[in-house]
C-alpha cells in the first residue's frame, strides 16, 4: 500500500511538448512538494502546497505549473519541455515535517529529447 | 549558494568496520536536521534525525552527531553491512523555512563485502 505514489515512473518525451506527473499521498498529510534532483544530484525544492493553496513557489520558469485539486494530490504540469528540464522529479508529503520529515515517491525520471 | 553540503561524493568501507558521513550547513536558523537513504529507482527513506537541542541520537546501528559551533553534523553506521550501501542525503529545516528541508548533494556509501 504506497504511502505516496507518482505517475508515471518514466518519462521520456520530445522538446517542445507539454507533459503532467502525478502525485497521490494516502497519508493524511496536510503538505506536499515537489522537489527536483539535477545533474549534480542535488534536491531542490520547487513547489509545496499546504491544504491545496500554494506556500513555496522557489525560482522555476513558468513552464512549470503544479496544481492540487485536494490536499492528497499534487500534480506537476510542464509546458513546452526543454531539454534543461531532464532531472528526477519526486513528490513528498509531510505532516508539519515532523520527526520523520518527508515521505517520499519514488521519483519519476523525465527525459527530454 | 548551497546552505548544505555533503563533500564526499563517495565513501568505500569494508563491512563490519564503521562508516561516517559527514555534512556541513551554513544557515545559523536550521535547528532540525535528518538524514535519509537512497536506493536506486526508489525515493529518499527517513532514516534518523536531531534536534539542535540535542548533540547525538541513536537508532540501532545509526548514530547521528550535531557540532552546533562547527555547524557540523555527521552519521556513524555501526557495524557497517551491505545492505547499506546506497545514497546518504543530509537535510536541514528552521525557523522561517515553511516547513522546507534544504538537502545536500548526498555521498554514495559503498559496504564491500
Known amino acids: 500500500d504506497t504511502a505516496v505514489s507518482q505517475t508515471p515512473k518514466y518519462l521520456v518525451t520530445q522538446m517542445g511538448n507539454d507533459k503532467s506527473i502525478k502525485c497521490e499521498q494516502n497519508?493524511?498529510?496536510?503538505?506536499m512538494y515537489w522537489y527536483k534532483q539535477d545533474s549534480k544530484k542535488f534536491l531542490k525544492i520547487m513547489f509545496s502546497?499546504?491544504?491545496?493553496?500554494?506556500?513555496i513557489n522557489e525560482t522555476v520558469p513558468n513552464r512549470f505549473s503544479p496544481k492540487s485539486p485536494d490536499k492528497a494530490h499534487l500534480n506537476l504540469h510542464i509546458n513546452s519541455l526543454e531539454l534543461g528540464d531532464s532531472a528526477v522529479y519526486f513528490c513528498?508529503?509531510?505532516?508539519?515535517?515532523?520527526?520523520?520529515?518527508?515521505?517520499f515517491g519514488s521519483g519519476t525520471r523525465l527525459t527530454v529529447v | 549558494d548551497q546552505q548544505v553540503k555533503q563533500n564526499s561524493p563517495s565513501l568505500s568501507v569494508q563491512e563490519g568496520r564503521i562508516s561516517i558521513l559527514n555534512c556541513d550547513y551554513t544557515?545559523?536558523?536550521?535547528?532540525?536536521f535528518l538524514w535519509y537513504k537512497k536506493y536506486p529507482a526508489e525515493g529518499p527513506t527517513f532514516l534518523i534525525s536531531?534536534?539542535?537541542?540535542?548533540d547525538k541520537n541513536e537508532d540501532g546501528r545509526f548514530t547521528v552527531f550535531l557540532n552546533k559551533s562547527a555547524k557540523h553534523l555527521s552519521l556513524h553506521i555501526v557495524p557497517s553491512q551491505p545492505g547499506d550501501s546506497a545514497v546518504y542525503f543530509c537535510?536541514?529545516?528552521?525557523?522561517?523555512?515553511?516547513?522546507?528541508?534544504?538537502f545536500g548533494s548526498g555521498t554514495q556509501l559503498t559496504v564491500l563485502p
Open positions: 513528498a508529503s509531510s505532516q508539519d515535517l515532523g520527526i520523520r520529515g518527508y515521505t
Open positions: 497519508l493524511g498529510h496536510d503538505t
Open positions: 502546497y499546504n491544504n491545496k493553496e500554494l506556500i
Open positions: 544557515n545559523s536558523m536550521f535547528d532540525y
Open positions: 536531531i534536534s539542535s537541542i540535542k
Open positions: 537535510a536541514a529545516s528552521g525557523a522561517g523555512s515553511a516547513r522546507q528541508l534544504t
